[in-house]
């Protein structure tokens, strides 16, 4: 199994960028495919990019695509998140998760969830 803690939410501004990073414990970091989730107040919790197990697959919702990067790092167990020219409707509370990559390359999620960071973005 594999535990995970999230940091480097925070406010920006209309426009700016921020670094999200989530670290991993557990020696099976590298068996599993990771991804950014995030949840904003009244919604549904949605999935917006996920990266495969050795980091050369990646995948972007629509609605960040061009604006974020996810990347990982299986020596040091970690997954980050690159949000550039983020958005008033990317402020959400944002959740690592530990998952696989399913048929016709969809990412199936696992119950492996960090605590979540809230990011905010002011207009």
């Known amino acids: 199994q594999v535990q995970l803690a999230e940091s480097g939410g925070g406010l920006v501004q209309t426009g700016g960028s921020l670094r999200l990073s989530c670290t991993a414990s557990g020696r099976t970091f590298s068996n599993y495919a990771l991804a950014w989730f995030r949840q904003a107040p009244g919604k549904e919790r949605e999935l917006v990019a996920w990266?495969?197990?050795?980091?050369?697959?990646?995948y972007y919702a629509d609605s960040v695509k061009g604006r974020f990067a996810i990347s990982r790092d299986n020596v040091k167990n970690l997954v980050d998140l690159q949000m550039n020219s983020v958005k008033v409707e990317d402020t959400a509370v944002y959740y690592c998760?530990?998952?696989?990559?399913?048929?016709?390359?969809?990412?199936?999620?696992?119950?492996?969830w960090g605590q979540g960071t809230q990011v905010t973005v002011s207009s």
């Open positions: 990266v495969n197990w050795n980091g050369e697959g990646t």
């Open positions: 998760n530990a998952g696989a990559e399913a048929t016709y390359g969809t990412y199936s999620s696992y119950d492996l």
